[in-house]
């Protein structure tokens, strides 16, 4: 018999539509996995049931009082928040213990967009300190771990709203991405997530857009979801430094899963684009067997060599240290910080604005030499990470910053060419390897292509169907 769990996000917003679910009942049954199992996961750091049944009692209201063309596309449908984000009068406290008592005092613009769509908010789901590593583990929440073994990381930063998804304790979540952190655990949890075009969601009303390497998008388990939650978030706002053109008027992203992509024409390389890097054989064999379900699918792949090089992550490295700043810490709790937060803080310390704007340049010189390359091309396929996911502790283990960051470089050497490029990237999880482990493959596209991609990860989706691998924990 199944559960609500067992449906997708899309399938409970129609069954609640329909009045054949409560609100009420779908919140509650969220809420009580969230109870059961957060503890083994690390999904949340923060639980807002009180706030939850209040929305789901206010959204079953509006199913009985409004017609169905009336109700908004999300009503009633559970969506956790990163704790990176605002959700007015809710804990927000950047995975760090210097600020676990911050309240946010409004909603990001993004959050109120999901409220007037008829989200229910069930939590802050778990980052790591200022969202700066690819794993989540930090001093104020346990470890984020993946449902397919829970020795191994959930990977991040967005790790903890991956984990709610693959686990069964949401039906989708919001996650952001500024060097791989939706595709990351994405592919460590075995889901679907969208890193959108630059510009594609407003950073509205408190983050600075800066050089736009950070993006707002979802992760869930179908590709219909994800398009689903695009269409809720995918605004801008007067002030925005970066935007992408809309979609033509009467067009949605959740219309572009259901049409055929087309005759493509795909790039493909996986050398990664860091000096010493060697893709795990599982690995190899994800991307290989992706290449071959898409030439079967009447697809023209081409391999091509790497577009990107090393110069361009040691740019990064600078720009990512800056970033590590933006988050105000007074002098006498900077001794409170982890290891890595306080490295790349000092490091950002050592270096001038001359070397800041000479980095921001190295990397935009380094982007108008790649797209030309790419332009023929609707496409370009990778493997997501280097390796599959690791134990939890891998990162830290050695208790030096300067080699943990030398550990995640090397465990996601792909993602952070598209935050630095700005163009849309997907993680596609059509692979599990012999431990039963998920490894996914990246799908990049044009600048403000993500219809595209959305379309060719339905047709993959269709031809490879993800949607019954569940997790030992799912059934519990």
Same mark, same amino acid.
């Given at each position: ?32 996995? /969230? ?6 996961? !690390? ?11 209040? *929305? ?83 001093? /104020? ?108 008027? +009467? ?10 992509? +087309?005759?493509?024409? /795909? ?8 000096? !010493? ?26 391999? /091509?060599?790497?577009?990107?090089? +090393? ?38 310390? *050592? ?12 990397? *935009? ?32 283990? +050695? ?45 990049? !596209? ?31």
């Amino acid at each position: 018999m199944s559960e609500i769990h067992d449906l997708s996000a899309v399938e409970q917003a129609e069954r609640i539509r329909r009045r054949e679910l409560s609100p009420v009942e779908v919140t509650d049954h969220y809420l009580a996995r /969230i109870e059961r199992f957060d503890d083994l996961l !690390g999904a949340f750091i923060t639980v807002t049931p009180e706030l939850a049944r209040e *929305q789901a009692e206010k959204a079953e209201n509006r199913v009985l009082s409004d017609t169905p063309d009336e109700l908004p596309p999300l009503l009633g449908v559970p969506v956790p928040i990163k704790d990176l984000d605002m959700l007015a009068g809710v804990r927000w406290t950047w995975g760090s213990r210097v600020h676990a008592d911050q309240v946010a005092q409004v909603d990001e613009d993004f959050v109120a967009e999901l409220r007037r769509a008829g989200a229910v908010f069930t939590g802050k789901t778990n980052t790591p300190e200022f969202g700066m590593s690819c794993y989540t583990e930090n001093d /104020i929440a346990p470890p984020a771990r993946t449902p397919w073994d829970l020795s191994r990381s959930a990977g991040g930063s967005s790790g903890g709203a991956a984990a709610a998804v693959a686990a069964g304790l949401a039906p989708m979540a919001q996650g952001s991405d500024g060097g791989g952190s939706i595709r990351i655990p994405a592919s460590a949890c075995g889901l679907y997530g969208i890193k959108p075009s630059r510009g594609r969601v407003t950073q509205a009303p408190v983050r600075p857009d800066l050089i736009g390497l950070s993006a707002t998008g979802p992760l869930s388990r179908t590709v219909r979801d994800a398009a689903l939650m695009l269409d809720v978030i995918a605004v801008n706002r007067p002030g925005d430094y970066h935007t992408a053109q809309p979609l033509p008027e +009467g067009e949605t992203f959740l219309s572009h899963a259901d049409r055929d992509p +087309g005759r493509l024409r /795909i790039a493909r390389f996986a050398t990664p684009p860091v000096p !010493g890097v060697e893709p795990h054989p599982d690995v190899v064999d994800a991307y290989e067997d992706a290449t071959r379900l898409l030439v079967g699918l009447g697809h023209e792949v081409e391999e /091509i060599p790497a577009p990107f090089d +090393g110069s361009l992550l040691r740019l990064f490295e600078v720009v990512w240290a800056a970033m590590a700043t933006r988050y105000p810490v007074p002098e006498h709790e900077e001794g409170r910080l982890r290891p890595l937060t306080r490295w790349l803080r000092e490091r950002a310390g *050592q270096s001038s604005i001359a070397d800041y704007l000479d980095a921001t340049t190295g990397l *935009q010189q380094g982007v108008r030499a790649a797209l030309p390359r790419l332009e023929r091309y609707d496409a370009v396929l990778n493997p997501t990470l280097a390796a599959p996911p690791v134990e939890v502790g891998h990162f830290d283990s +050695g208790a030096d910053p300067a080699e943990e960051f030398r550990r995640m470089t090397l465990f996601t050497p792909f993602t952070t060419v598209y935050n630095v490029s700005g163009q849309p990237a997907v993680n596609v999880p059509l692979h599990w390897n012999g431990d039963g482990l998920p490894i996914g493959v990246m799908l990049a !596209g044009r600048m403000g292509g993500e219809a595209t991609l959305i379309s060719l990860s339905a047709q993959l989706e269709a031809a490879r169907p993800w949607i019954g691998r569940k997790p030992p924990i799912w059934t519990e």
